[in-house]
Structures are given as structure tokens and as C-alpha cells.
């Protein structure tokens, strides 16, 4: 018989409906059940896409003993981390200050009351290795529930005590440039010479840290912080972390050289890399990079794309029961599909061997399959696409892992700044059409009253209250989509959630609450300035308000972004390159920065040459604005008057560069705009 979450929309709580295991989605009416049977409250966290949420699912959630001991113990609660960050972010940051560590599955054994008392991320069935096994520890948590419930409610209370003081606001202050080099610097200490990327296994791809060393870079003309991301690019677009079969990359890789992925496939992931590729080749224009960046945006619009054009959020690491099987390739079998001569050349070019080079994770032990990478960077080879071909179309006959096709506000404005990014440094209208439909799709279907976004759609029904990066991530990507079109309806969009956000979300000393102020009230409210896999929101935010700055004028929202960094500055200070998407903001307010705008008729040659001069270089910095001028209503003028006299002179495409809110003497001509805006930069040379 199903479970009460045969009701949810969420994906993964749905994987758990047929458990014996009784559980509950998060909600009111678990925690009175709990309080009304004097029980605990068991909180599992995970997602849809998750391999060790499986293996624990398959061993103790399945396993009607273990589900006996939990039911009869206690009041079980299964969340959704995609769906509710609110909630994983606030038990996460319980799990990593009691263990010093993190992951998914998150387990949470906690009060009524929603203290915890006990954490852990995956636990076993039996205990092993030192390792407490679900069997032994659930009679032992119900005994000391039963028999020591005062030390229980102390050690809660302790927990929640420690929570609030690490989550409480800091004492403002005004980072500066410095902070930029000790990021910098500490990149440096840990970058892996060997295999670029930064640590060791596992290895993890860090976007935001990269698109920052890029922005330093251009800032300083360091040119060791250029090499470090090429190489880190270039290592992960060889290794088995990316999918040379099917595009797109993995989540991580277990190993230090990229070769063995985890497989599971994120849009969150696709987005930003692809953003950070399309970066790199502005920086360094290594064509590899441009390629890796058509590649993952063509995986998203062929399997991550939905009928109505939203994007969906993930594919499984697992098929058939075990991880990674739709990816790897036995010998044997690239023979059924290749020719003799074929199947040489793959073990030449993607390391593939007769015994397979694909080693268990958790054993260590060959399987006898092969993931596909390469030891280093080649020429493009017709041969090798033709082969790609025939094993893409073998591929399709497999069973494919498990697609996660909720559709997420947040990581959906990730995919449009992507799309409208790449649109416009490659021009290519295909990536702006998609950014657009999406862009569409999020208006129509989650949105309510104007500007309150909702954070989840599946199945054709919008729900959740959104939360910080939901606003963040789709301003960003409404103000490139405006970048990109010169459409003005995304710039009033992004102005209007901008609004909106700062309502509902700003804290007093101007950083931004992940919950609105009419939330449900958990533990803390908090205020997430940390990456992870993405950027924080409150760094999006200070560099969305920026934006918006320079291309209204408008300096009270410059003020306002301002005001995000001093709120952070104790964690600038200590800890930067864990804010690297903070510290790409804060380069950007210490300018100098530039607005660019076009004024001409925006089809014309001269007015694309500057469009196109503009967009192939890699200028952080920059802004553009185009004002057309064949337009007697100019719906850009209207939304910003100080536009309004800005036109073409003898009938050319001119450009006005500014800086500091003042113009510098117009430009009709190509050379004359790039000059305007390299005497605004601080590092001169480079291929940009």
C-alpha cells in the first residue's frame, strides 16, 4: 500500500511511496502526530537524482524490519532538498557544525519541536567499520528518548543555541581590493598542477571559483590565474566527467584527474559551465572551450527541455538498479557497434582497454567497462564524431536513468543566463529563442500576482513559495536575455522582481534572507552568502543590483549592492574563496566598470559591427544598452530618460561609453568604441 507521499508531486519523494517505511512530507500535521505520540521526528533529505539516497532507500527504507523499528520509533518525515532548500539549509548547517562534514542523504533525528539531537548523513543497515547501522540505532535512540529525555532536550537545546549564534548577522564593514588577492592567492595554494581543478578526490567542478579567477585576470593581468582555469577546463572537457558520448558533464569526479565520474547529470551544473566555458573562450579563445559550450547547451535542449520550454532539473546517476550503466562500455560491445579499425582508435584516443579501465567506486575492483576520456586534447577528427554517432544511437537502446522533470525556477534562470550568454558571444539565435521560452514559460506558469514567483512546476501545476535564488537567478538571467534581444520587457521584468525581492527578502543591513517574511518560520531565517554548487543568492543579488545600476543610472541601487558586501565582510575577509561569486561582485563595484550604449538602427551593418566587437571580447565590466534609432517611441528611452539624447551622428551607428555615470565624446566607428572602453579598464593587454 502507498504511503502518504504517493500525493506529492516531488519526484523523489514519489521514488518512496511504496516503502513500508510511514512516511510523512514535511508539514504541521507530522510534527502535532509527533507531539501527540510523544515520538521523534526522523527527517530524511535527499533528491530524486541522488546514488547513496538509493542505496539507502534500497537497504533500510525498503526493508520492512528496518521500517518496523522506524515506525514503531518514530514520526518519519521525508523532504525533498531541491524542492525545499529552506529546510536543507537549515539542517545541513546543523550536520556540518556537529560533523564537519556534509552530503546527501541528510538524516535528522530531532524534537516535536524541530530541535535536533542527533545527525548523520547516509547510515547503513547493519553497523560496519566503526559505522552505527540503522538496525542497532534506532533501538538505541527510542531507549535514550524513553529513559534519558532530559540529556535529549539538552543536548537540542545546545544544538539550536549553536545554530543561531553561527547564523546571526556580523558586524558590517567595507571589504576592499585586498580580498581579491587573498582569494586569489589561496586559489593558488590549492590548485592541482597535475589536473587542474583545485584539492584533491573527489574533485569537484568549481564554476564560480573559475568565472572569479577569470575576472581577476582581466583586473590585474595576473596571467597564472588565466593558466590555472585553461587548464582546468581543458582537463575536465578530456576527462570522464564529461559525457563525450551524449555532452554535458557529471556531477563530480571521485577521483583527482577527473576520469571517474559521479554520474548523475544537474542542469544547475550544465548552466553554469557552460557559462564559465563561453567565458574562457572570450578570455582565451581556445576553440575547445567554444565547443564544450555549444555541446552542454545542445544536451540541454535535446533531453533537459520540456514541450513547453522549461528546463528540467536532473538525470539519474543509476539505471537498472546500478550507477553509471547507461555511460560505461565494455569491450566487447564497442565491438558489436564499431568496426576493428573504429574500436583502435578509441582505445587510442578514450583510454578504452580489453579489461576495462572503469573501477567500482566503493570497492575499487575493474568491472570489466570502460568510461570514455581523454588522456589529453586532440584535433577535432571526423572519424571520431562518425563514432560518437554510432555509439549515441547504440546508447538510445538502453534504459536511461531516471529524469527528474520537475522544473525549478531558480536553476531554470541559471539555463537562461547560459542560453542568452552564449547567444550573443557565439551568435547563435537558436540559444536566444530557448532562453525566451523558458523566460516565457516561468511568467506563465510560476508566476502569480505580478511578481511572486513560485519555486516548483510539474505535471502542469506551479507550487511552492519561492525562495532568494529563485528572484536572483531569474533577474540574472532576465538582464542577460536583455543583453542579448535589447527586448525591454525583460529589463521592466527584472526591475519589477527586483522590487519585489527587496520587499520581502532584504534584512535590515541590506543582505537578503533565502526565505521571504511571510515563510514559514523554521529554526533560523537564514542568510545564505557560501557557494555550493551555485553561486549564493545574495552575491547574485549584489551583482544583479549592480547591473541594474549602470544600466539605469541609477546609483541608489548601487548603494543597495553595496550594502550586501559590507553585511559579509567578516566572511570576505576569512574565508574568500568560498564567496568567489561575491568576490566577482565586489571586483565589479570596485570598478572601474562601463556602460556601453548603442545608438542606431539595430539591423544595420554598423550597428551589428559594434554589437559584434563588444560581444566576442571578454569585458566583465561592460553593459550594453542599444537605443534604436529608428524608433520614434524608444521604449528604452522611455524606461530610462537619461537615454534620450544619445543618437547617431550623420546618420551612423554611434557608441557612448560612460563610466561613473558620466559619458565620454562619442564613437561612429568600431576602433574608436574599443579604445573608449579599454581606457576604462584597469589591465590593458590580452587577447580580449
Known sequence: MANRLAREQSPYLLQHKDNPVDWWPWSDAAFAAAAAEDKPVFLSVGYATCHWCHVMEHESFEDPAVAALMNEAFVNVKVDREERPDIDTVYMTVCQMVTQRGGWPLTIIMTPDKRPFFVATYIPKHSIHGRMGMLDLIPRVAAVWRNQRSDVTKDAERTTSALLRITAAEAPGDPDEGVLHQAFSALRSSFD?????????????????????????????????????????????????????????????????????????????????????????????????????????????????????????????????????????????????????EVQLLEHVYNVQHGGNFRDEATGQRTGENILYRSQAGALDTRLDAIRQKLFARRTLRVR????????????????????????????????????????????????????????????????????????????GLVELYETTFDVQYLRRALHLTGFCRKHFRADDGAYYLTSDNAEALLVRTRPFY????????????????????????????????????????????????LAAMLSALEYALGPSAEVVIAGVPEAADTQAMLRALRTRYLPGVVTMLRPTDDPVSEIAALVPALAPHTSIDGKATAYVCTAFACQSPATDVAGMLQAVKGVQLHQDGPS
Request: aromatic share 12%.
Open 193 to 341: 598542477p597535475t589536473h587542474g581543478g583545485f584539492g584533491g578526490a573527489p574533485k569537484f567542478p568549481s564554476p564560480t571559483q573559475l568565472r572569479f579567477l577569470l575576472r581577476y585576470w582581466k583586473r590585474t593581468g595576473q596571467s597564472e590565474a588565466l593558466l590555472m582555469v585553461g587548464q582546468t577546463l581543458a582537463a575536465m572537457r578530456n576527462g570522464g566527467i564529461y559525457d563525450h558520448i551524449g555532452w554535458g558533464f557529471h556531477r563530480y569526479a571521485t577521483d583527482a584527474s577527473w576520469t571517474v565520474p559521479h554520474f548523475e547529470k544537474m542542469l544547475y551544473d550544465q548552466a553554469m559551465l557552460a557559462l564559465t566555458y563561453t567565458e574562457a573562450f572570450q578570455a582565451i579563445g581556445e576553440e575547445l572551450f567554444a565547443e564544450t559550450a555549444h555541446e552542454i547547451l545542445r544536451y540541454v535542449l535535446r533531453d533537459m527541455t520540456s514541450p513547453e520550454g522549461g528546463f528540467y532539473s536532473a538525470e539519474d546517476a543509476d539505471s537498472e538498479g546500478k550507477e553509471g550503466k547507461f555511460y560505461v562500455w565494455t569491450h566487447a560491445e564497442l565491438g558489436e557497434v564499431l568496426s576493428d579499425h
Open 531 to 578: 557557494d555550493g554548487p551555485v553561486p549564493s543568492g545574495n552575491a547574485i543579488m549584489m551583482m544583479n543590483l549592480l547591473r541594474l545600476s549602470r544600466l539605469l543610472g541609477d546609483p541608489a541601487l548601487a548603494r543597495a549592492a553595496w550594502n550586501i558586501a559590507r553585511a559579509h565582510a567578516g566572511a570576505l575577509g576569512v574565508a574568500p574563496t568560498g
Open 401 to 476: 536513468p531516471l529524469k527528474d522533470d520537475k522544473v525549478l525556477t531558480d536553476w531554470n534562470g541559471l539555463m537562461i543566463a547560459a542560453m542568452a550568454r552564449a547567444a550573443r558571444v557565439f551568435d547563435e539565435p537558436l540559444y536566444a529563442d530557448a532562453a525566451a521560452r523558458a523566460a516565457a514559460f516561468v511568467q506563465t506558469h510560476l508566476t502569480r500576482e505580478g511578481c511572486q514567483l513560485l519555486h516548483r512546476w510539474r505535471n502542469g501545476a506551479g507550487g511552492i513559495a519561492a525562495f532568494l535564488d529563485d528572484y536572483a537567478y531569474m533577474i540574472w
